[in-house]
């Protein structure tokens, strides 16, 4: 194989990694609408899928485990990734899906003031000016005469509201967490994440009103959807933590947008969702600040290696990561 046709090859695999969990997260709303309408609620369903997708990451990179340490913000971690969860999952199950992811996507705003209090990093111009264009948006896509002022319209959209904000706090926390503690495996923050969210799933579990519970023909199909999600979606993690790995950060935030494209495919198909022009309008635009986010810092590499060549590098000779705002 020469050598050309080999770089080539090294780099499609990682960006198809990508592009398939994205593919994956724009369809698992599906099968949990399968598990709820089987009798399955919202919250049990984010307690059952994640806890069986910690369990499978824990046995397949058991010997990972013994890198783990102490720290406070494993559980801090562990809260915001359990409300991002069950925020998602339930909004998805009982709201208009593309209006949850899209309020979902709001990261850059709330990414851009995490990273400012918790990482210390400078708000910058073009990151407060991305952050007003995905908030613009959201407004956007919101407002209507009849409801007045633009906040979400029901507990689904608020739910997913809530969930975008904890995602951003959960990649900030990520990315302080492999600061603080470098040794600790990628695989093993991701046990953490599945970990919280089955907790956190299983406290709210407590709160919901349970529906009629799966009846004895339906309890197989519950139990196999459940083992089915969690395999899927820890799989799906790692797979996309290969090609993060490997994939320029800017290119990757592009990639991982195909999730709102197959997500309004699977909307329409599957639930006959159609949004009207004020959604596809609001969405541009926060899809356009999600995109425009990952080139903010796009001569970071250049920066990255002045930094290295003056001394500005961390104690392990390697120059510390920074948050996407």
């Not at 994640?50 to 499978?56: E, V």
């Amino acid at each position: 194989m020469n050598l050309p046709l080999r770089n080539t090859l090294g780099t499609a695999w990682p960006t198809l990694a990508i592009m398939l969990g994205a593919s994956v997260w724009g369809m698992v709303w599906y099968p949990l609408r399968m598990l709820h309408a089987l009798g399955v609620t919202g919250t049990a369903a984010s307690a059952l899928t994640s806890g069986a997708g910690c369990l499978f990451v824990l046995l397949v990179r058991r010997s990972a485990i013994k890198t783990v340490r102490w720290h406070w913000l494993l559980p801090a971690l562990a809260l915001f990734a359990g409300i991002t969860n069950l925020g998602f999952v339930w909004g998805a199950i009982h709201g208009q899906v593309m209006r949850v992811l899209l309020l979902f996507y709001l990261t850059p705003a709330w990414t851009a003031l995490f990273a400012h209090f918790i990482l210390h990093e400078r708000l910058t111009w073009a990151g407060a000016a991305l952050a007003a264009l995905s908030l613009a948006g959201a407004m956007m896509m919101l407002w209507s005469p009849q409801l007045g002022i633009p906040v979400p319209g029901s507990l689904a959209e608020w739910a997913g509201l809530a969930a975008g904000m904890a995602f951003a706090m959960s990649n900030v926390l990520i990315l302080k967490t492999s600061r603080e503690l470098p040794g600790m495996k990628a695989e093993m923050r991701t046990a953490v994440i599945f970990g919280g969210a089955a907790i956190f799933g299983g406290c709210a579990s407590f709160f919901e009103a349970m529906p009629a519970p799966p009846t004895d023909t339906h309890i197989g199909m519950a139990v196999f959807l459940v083992l089915a999600i969690g395999f899927v979606l820890a799989t799906n993690n790692m797979l996309v933590q290969y090609g993060l790995a490997r994939v320029p950060a800017n290119r990757a935030s592009i990639i991982m947008l195909f999730e709102i494209v197959i997500t309004a495919l699977t909307a329409w198909l599957f639930a006959g969702e159609v949004p009207g022009p004020r959604e596809w309008a609001g969405g541009a635009c926060i899809v356009l600040a999600s995109a425009l986010s990952s080139w903010v810092h796009r001569a970071k590499p250049a920066e990255k290696a002045d930094a290295g060549k003056d001394g500005n590098a961390d104690g392990n000779g390697k120059n510390r990561p920074r948050a996407m705002v």
